[in-house]
C-alpha cells in the first residue's frame, strides 16, 4: 500500500501551488506590457505556451494516459467528458487572460478564483449534491463581494482600460475553470467505472 505525503508535504506542495497560481495574474500582464499586444490571439499563445512547459514537466507522468496492453481502453463516455473538460479549460484561459489586458490584476484574480462557487451551484443543479447551509452563506458572501469588486472598479486607468470588459471575461473564465473541474471529474468516474467493471466478471456481467 502506498504511504501517505506527510503533512509537512502537503503544506510545501500548498505553498508552492498557491505562489504560483497567484504570481500567473503579475507574469501574464508584464508579458502583455513587454509585447505591447493585447488580443485574444496573443492570450492564447501564452495560455498554448503555458500548457506545453506544463506538460513537459509531467512528461515522466505520461505513461499512465494510455492501458497497458491488452487492458480495456478508454470509452466514449469518458473520453468525450475529457474532450469537453478540454474546451472548457480553453475557455478559462482565452477569457481570463485576455481580461488582464483590460481590468487590473487583483479585481480579475478575485473574480476569477470564485470557480469554487460555480462548482458548487453546478454541482447542485446538474449532480444534485445539495451544499450545506454554510457553504451557500460563503456562495452568497463570494457573490457579493464579486459584484463589490465588479462595480466599484469602473475608473479607466493605464492598466484597466476597460474594466467592466475585463471583469465580465474574468467571470467568463471562471465558469470555465468550473465546468473544467465537473467535466474532469465525470471523466475519471467513468473511466474509472468501466475499468473496475472489466476487471470484475460480475459487474461485467450486469452491464452487458
Same mark, same amino acid.
Given at each position: 500500500?502506498?504511504?501517505? @505525503?506527510?503533512?509537512?508535504?502537503?503544506?510545501?506542495? %500548498?505553498?508552492?501551488?498557491?505562489?504560483?497560481?497567484?504570481?500567473?495574474?503579475?507574469?501574464?500582464?508584464?508579458?502583455?506590457?513587454?509585447?505591447?499586444?493585447?488580443?485574444?490571439?496573443?492570450?492564447?499563445?501564452m495560455a498554448a505556451t503555458r500548457l506545453s512547459i506544463a506538460a513537459l514537466i509531467f512528461?515522466?507522468?505520461?505513461?499512465?494516459?494510455? @492501458?497497458?496492453?491488452?487492458?480495456?481502453? !478508454?470509452? @466514449?463516455?469518458?473520453?468525450?467528458?475529457?474532450?469537453?473538460?478540454?474546451?472548457?479549460?480553453? $475557455?478559462?484561459?482565452?477569457? /481570463?487572460?485576455?481580461? $488582464?489586458?483590460?481590468?487590473?490584476?487583483?479585481?480579475?484574480?478575485?473574480?476569477? !478564483?470564485?470557480?469554487?462557487?460555480?462548482? &458548487?451551484l453546478l454541482s447542485w443543479l446538474w449532480l444534485r449534491e445539495r451544499p450545506s447551509n454554510l457553504t451557500i452563506i460563503?456562495? &452568497?458572501?463570494?457573490?457579493?463581494?464579486?459584484? =463589490?469588486?465588479?462595480?466599484?472598479?469602473?475608473?479607466? !486607468?493605464?492598466?484597466?482600460?476597460?474594466?467592466? %470588459?475585463?471583469?465580465?471575461?474574468?467571470? =467568463?473564465?471562471?465558469?470555465?475553470?468550473? *465546468?473544467? =473541474? =465537473?467535466?474532469?471529474?465525470?471523466?475519471?468516474?467513468?473511466? /474509472?467505472?468501466?475499468?473496475?467493471?472489466?476487471?470484475?466478471?460480475?459487474?461485467?456481467?450486469? /452491464? *452487458?
Open positions: 500500500m502506498k504511504s501517505q @505525503p506527510s503533512l509537512g508535504q502537503v503544506g510545501i506542495i %500548498l505553498v508552492a501551488g498557491v505562489s504560483a497560481v497567484s504570481a500567473a495574474a503579475v507574469l501574464i500582464r508584464l508579458s502583455i506590457e513587454a509585447a505591447g499586444i493585447r488580443s485574444v490571439g496573443f492570450s492564447l499563445f512528461l515522466p507522468a505520461w505513461g499512465g494516459v494510455f @492501458p497497458p496492453s491488452g487492458q480495456q481502453s !478508454t470509452q @466514449p463516455r469518458a473520453f468525450g467528458f475529457a474532450v469537453a473538460a478540454g474546451v472548457a479549460l480553453a $475557455l478559462h484561459f482565452a477569457t /481570463w487572460i485576455t481580461s $488582464l489586458s483590460f481590468t487590473t490584476i487583483a479585481a480579475s484574480t478575485t473574480i476569477v !478564483t470564485t470557480n469554487p462557487v460555480w462548482v &458548487a460563503g456562495i &452568497a458572501l463570494a457573490l457579493t463581494g464579486g459584484i =463589490l469588486i465588479a462595480f466599484g472598479d469602473t475608473s479607466t !486607468t493605464d492598466t484597466a482600460s476597460n474594466p467592466l %470588459l475585463g471583469d465580465f471575461l474574468a467571470l =467568463l473564465g471562471s465558469w470555465g475553470a468550473s *465546468c473544467y =473541474l =465537473l467535466l474532469g471529474q465525470q471523466a475519471q468516474k467513468e473511466a /474509472w467505472r468501466r475499468g473496475a467493471m472489466w476487471r470484475s466478471p460480475t459487474l461485467r456481467r450486469r /452491464w *452487458c
